[in-house]
T-cell receptor, first 115, second 112 residues
């Protein structure tokens, strides 16, 4: 158990809908990262938040947005869903500013199925 | 600037050894190795810092060749539990954030 929690575990919805994925980082971690993993694909970085502020942006679609709240939990909002958005969505957290040996710890993921 | 992993897939019998490579075209500050079982979260294995230091974790070890910007993961005397997809995540020198860029993964299957 990494200490990172994500809800829900599974989500089934229809095209055109909007969903919200939630992540709570490990205790003490200030940074949250969101990744998308499609079937048999690698981890595609979406976005990073640090202490409530957006820190880095990756291949995140305009239909997707995220935020990090004062209690450091984060939400990823996916709207106007398409079939191709079906994937595993992972949240990871780390301490930042990071020491040399710090890394990212992943949550269990949310499996999204768009029908 | 996604790192390139090789091989893409490998099948081993229990007790055999394997090497997984991760190469980058950019100067790296660190390389992070993870293992992911199907449908589960990636689990952190180890981190390699620039400087070529080799680290170990039981029968799994890794090295980082700074000149080549390549890291190698060594799995010795493989066990069934080693099966999964191995990802390397790289942190570039000069990157403003602690963002990791992951390779596409190497699928390792250990059979009896």
């Amino acid at each position: 158990d990494s200490g990172v929690t994500q809800t829900p575990k599974h989500l089934i919805t229809a095209t055109g809908q909007r969903v919200t994925l939630r992540c709570s980082p490990r205790s003490g971690d200030l940074s949250v990262y969101w990744y998308q993993q499609s079937l048999d694909q690698g981890l595609q970085f979406l976005i990073q938040y640090y202490n409530g502020e957006e820190r880095a942006k990756g291949n995140i679609l305009e239909r997707f947005s995220a935020q990090q709240f004062p209690d450091l939990h984060s939400e990823l909002n996916l709207s106007s869903l398409e079939l191709g958005d079906s994937a595993l969505y992972f949240c990871a957290s780390s301490v930042e500013p990071a020491g040399d040996l710090e890394t990212q710890y992943f949550g269990p993921g949310t499996r999204l199925l768009v029908l | 600037q996604q790192p390139v992993q090789s091989p893409q897939a490998v099948i081993l019998r229990e007790g055999e050894d394997a090497v997984i490579n991760c190469s980058s075209s950019k100067a790296l500050y660190s390389v992070h190795w993870y293992r992911q079982k199907h449908g589960e979260a990636p689990v952190f294995l180890m981190i390699l810092l620039k400087g070529g230091e080799q680290k170990g974790h039981e029968k799994i070890s890794a090295s980082f060749n700074e000149k080549k910007q390549q890291s190698s993961l060594y799995l010795t005397a493989s066990q069934l539990s080693y099966s999964g997809t191995y990802f390397c995540g790289t942190r570039r020198i000069g990157a403003g954030s602690y963002q990791l860029t992951f390779g596409k993964g190497t699928k390792l299957s250990v059979i009896p």
